[in-house]
């Protein structure tokens, strides 16, 4: 199946500052990529779909202002959260289409806001 | 009501036992399904994907699809240790739509 890669794996950061969360297609080009967030023992809750060229699309209760996304590329989309809380601290998982419906996804992001 | 069901578990089976994974829902419109497989602290792998009713074979996984009864199922024959992980189902009403994810099952394969 197609690669996806993100960076950082994990980070620990102080709360009120930014972080930046990479997400790569690496062997194909995806004009769109989602943004997953999932806690412990929880299922994956969809953020929002990255479309390059384009404004991301959020779902229902997400703060474009607070999870900003950038899609600078057909390989490259980036999902900052800025001014970090505590409560942000989670496993924050790309994807990219793949057959059909189907999705690829990256290895995840563990965040932890102190 | 979720509009999909899955028992979170956990499912601890022996080594070598048939694994019987389980989703329901609640949109007949979900035309395709997916199983994913979710190692603590990685992101989730693609196992299986089956568009409309039917079953699907691949190695020691099958999924099966009952449109009717809106009930999805995956096995897993002679289960090793190695397929100890989350397993968790999707659907979606079509290719552009997004995905509707279980909980996740956790499973447990003991030598």
């Known amino acids: 199946g197609a690669v996806v890669s993100q960076h950082p794996s994990r980070v620990i950061c102080k709360s009120g500052t930014s972080v930046k969360i990479e997400c790569r297609s690496l062997d194909f080009q995806a004009t769109t990529m989602f943004w997953y967030r999932q806690f412990p023992k929880q299922s994956l809750m969809l953020m929002a779909t990255s479309n390059e060229g384009s404004k991301a699309t959020y779902e229902q209760g997400v703060e474009k202002d607070k999870f900003l996304i950038n899609h600078a590329s057909l390989t490259l989309s980036t999902l900052t959260v800025t001014s970090a809380h505590p409560e942000d601290s989670s496993f924050y998982i790309c994807s990219a289409p793949g057959q059909g419906a189907a999705q690829y996804f990256g290895p995840g992001t563990r965040l932890l806001v102190l | 009501q979720k509009e999909v069901e899955q028992d979170p578990g956990p499912l601890s089976v022996p080594e070598g036992a048939i694994v019987s994974l389980n989703c329901t829902y609640s949109n007949s419109a979900f035309q395709y399904f997916m199983w994913y497989r979710q190692y603590s602290r990685k992101g989730p792998e693609l196992l299986m994907y089956?568009?409309?009713?039917g079953n699907k074979e691949d190695g020691r996984f099958t999924a099966q699809v009952d449109k009717s009864s809106k009930y999805i199922s995956l096995f897993i024959r002679d289960s090793q240790p190695s397929d100890s992980a989350t397993y968790l189902c999707?659907?979606?009403?079509?290719?552009?739509?997004?995905?509707?994810f279980g909980t996740g099952t956790r499973l447990q394969v003991f030598p």
């Open positions: 089956t568009y409309s009713s």
């Open positions: 999707a659907m979606s009403v079509d290719n552009t739509d997004k995905l509707i």
